[in-house]
């Protein structure tokens, strides 16, 4: 499959580098684990407009396209079911037998979190009936549904909102807000690209729980994160956090989707011991903010001075504005 997949919304920059890393990377990933008439109808789309694919066990395949959900045919895409792919509950676990080298017990403690990532950063989340054993869950077993998340690297899309979060000698701590699917952890991705990467030497902790932000295969990021940046990835913020600011003295740790009291908790203590906080949430706006469980005392103690607020609503990455730790905008959004 030699077209390449790339950011569909309001990210236009290319680079070399970065369609370099599309050719190579995602199509392997891809033919690797699809079925053959999946491949075949995706030959069939524009594949810089696609993001996700949706099976189901049953069900019609859908893809995010063009910013959309429609249905994959074996001629290209539809508005309705009828006439679309449709898989089955063997083909789903074939995909993810394939994505695991056959060897499901290896990632198992990855698919009972929910997801399991790929070579470059490609995301599957997994539903299906779950195994209880002790109180916690031992597998996923008759998988019914899996969503393949397309990685996007843009390189410059954080050009817009870099400058609002330096002072000139020193990172704030900023809190990208977007509900999912709008663009923040590829905003995130390369704010720590950026401040990895200038004159004035930065540390740039990376702590990528589920692996997204740089992708890490074999012990190398997939993904441009600047030069200055380590990487602790497939643990707990809580652990990557501590041992990261005992161990790595970072200036900067860039984590995303925080969700939930120890999440905020390794925040607070991050900020509280100096160091400078990127991180992502899912919230529909800034004002939701405090509905979100942990996150009261985060914005009690004012532990982010600068929050970015992305949607959807003229594409993924629209920028709605930029807000000081008071909430007050600092910059407005892109107009409609």
């Known amino acids: 499959m030699r077209d390449r997949f790339l950011y569909c ?3 236009k920059v290319i680079p070399k580098k970065v369609l370099e890393y599309i050719i190579r990377m995602v199509p392997y990933v891809l033919e690797k684990i699809l079925p053959v008439s999946v491949l075949s109808a995706l030959r069939n789309l524009r594949s810089d407009k696609l ?24 001629g290209g895409i539809a508005d309705k079911p009828e006439g679309a792919l449709k898989l089955t509950e063997d083909d789903l676990k074939q995909i993810m ?11 198992n403690d990855r698919i009972c979190k929910g997801y399991l990532t790929l070579d470059g950063g490609v995301r599957i989340g997994v539903a299906g009936e779950t195994v209880f054993e002790g109180g916690a869950i031992k597998t996923v077993k008759n998988f019914t549904a899996l969503n393949i998340r397309i990685p996007h690297e843009v390189i410059g899309c954080a050009n ?11 990172y704030k ?4 807000v977007s509900p999912p699917g709008a663009g923040k952890t590829t905003m995130l991705r390369d704010l720590a690209r950026i401040a990895a990467s200038r004159v004035e030497h930065n540390n740039v902790l990376i702590a990528d729980e589920r692996e997204e932000i740089a992708a890490v295969s074999n012990g190398k990021p997939s993904l441009n994160v600047g030069f200055n940046s380590d990487v602790i990835s497939g643990c707990t913020k809580e652990y990557a956090f501590m041992h990261g600011i005992r161990a790595l003295k970072p200036d900067i740790i860039v984590t995303d989707e925080l969700c939930g009291k120890d ?7 991050a900020v509280a011991s100096g160091v400078c906080v990127f991180a992502s ?5 800034c004002a939701r ?10 914005l009690k103690n004012k532990s982010f001075e600068r929050f970015v607020e992305l949607s959807e609503r003229s594409g993924a990455g629209t920028l709605e504005g930029i807000f000081n730790q008071d909430f007050s905008p600092i910059r407005r959004g892109e107009p409609q």
Not at 160 to 170: A, D, I, M, Q, S
Not at 289 to 298: D, I, N, S, T, V
């Open 9 to 11: 919304g309001k990210f």
């Open 263 to 269: 999440d905020a908790d390794a925040v607070e203590n």
């Open 173 to 176: 701590s900023t809190l990208i």
């Open 281 to 285: 949430v899912h919230a529909d706006c």
């Open 51 to 74: 993001c996700e694919l949706r099976l189901r066990s049953g069900g019609a395949v859908s893809v995010s396209y063009c910013g959309r959900y429609s249905y994959l045919t074996s």
């Open 160 to 170: 817009k909102v870099e400058p609002y979060l330096f002072n000139g000698t020193r």
């Open 97 to 107: 037998l394939r994505a695991c080298d056959k060897s499901l017990y290896a990632v």
């Open 289 to 298: 903010l405090a509905e979100k469980r942990g996150f009261e005392r985060l």
